[in-house]
């Protein structure tokens, strides 16, 4: 992933523009979410009772800028979305009709198995110890652990192997593979766990913490939202592909998702999704990544 650089004074325009648009909210999607209303399915399906409800619940993230932001208007805006939107036109289920519900990484699994949510789209990274408590489509896009430090970076980090010497206090949130992957590297004193990203973010600002660690395109998101205060160290050091988190064993829901996928990335709504959204700032637009099994 590289960063799509514009001279300063294009980017304050542009942020101006937005900031007009929609009122600091972020809420400037562009992509066109196509509403399939020729669909049947098999009866005593997820598809078919989701169809017939007319209307579906998704979890995703309300504080990360160009994946799932909430803006103004109350509703969130991101690539993560926009998939969860073409997921829904693919279930004859309009915008308009999805109800979004804010899962914070500790909370995905959990509201999966109580039924809280029909699907996530949430940066949630499939693994094998979330595979024991979801089924995962996907995965729809692959990011990799990264660095965040104050603009200049001060204490000169180039990566996790420098954290512990330079006794750097590191932020990243409970229940994410980041918060996990990052114990490897530092002591328990130097880590510090928030529930969201923005809160990590904050404690940058303020001196707090000397970086935050989380996918990079999260990051990326954040440097993005805070013009000038924050840079990335760019060297990921994980893979973290991106799931559609379901209830354990829905199959063939699962395989309708990967199916919705595919048809996605072949007619391009996979890449308008991205670039009305990530794809503003990322340089390089992504394939859809090789899909796993649904199980
Ligand atoms: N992709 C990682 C995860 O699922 C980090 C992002 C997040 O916390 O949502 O844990």
Known sequence: MRVRRAPAFVAATVLAL????????????????TVNKDVTFDAGTTMARLNKAGAVTVGTKFDQPLFGLKGLDGKPAGFDVEIAKIIAGELGIAPEKIRWLETPSKVREEKVEQGAVDYVVATYTINDK??????????YYEAGQ????????PKGIDGPQTLRAKRVRVCSVTGSTPGETIKKYVAPN????FDVYSKCADALRTGQV????T???????????NKGAFELVGKPFTKEPYGIGLKKGDVRFCEFINGVLRKA?????YRKAWESTAGRVAEETPELPELGPCS
């Open 18 to 33: 937005a900031l007009g648009a929609c009122g600091g909210g972020g809420n400037d999607t562009t992509s066109d979410t």
């Open 210 to 213: 000397n970086a935050v660690t």
């Open 130 to 139: 979330r595979r024991q408590r979801v089924t995962f489509a996907g995965p």
């Open 146 to 153: 990264d660095l965040m430090v104050k603009k200049g970076n």
């Open 215 to 225: 996918d990079n395109v999260i990051l990326l998101g954040l440097v993005d939202a």
């Open 265 to 269: 990335a072949d007619d391009g709504r």
């Open 190 to 193: 130097q880590l510090v766990l």
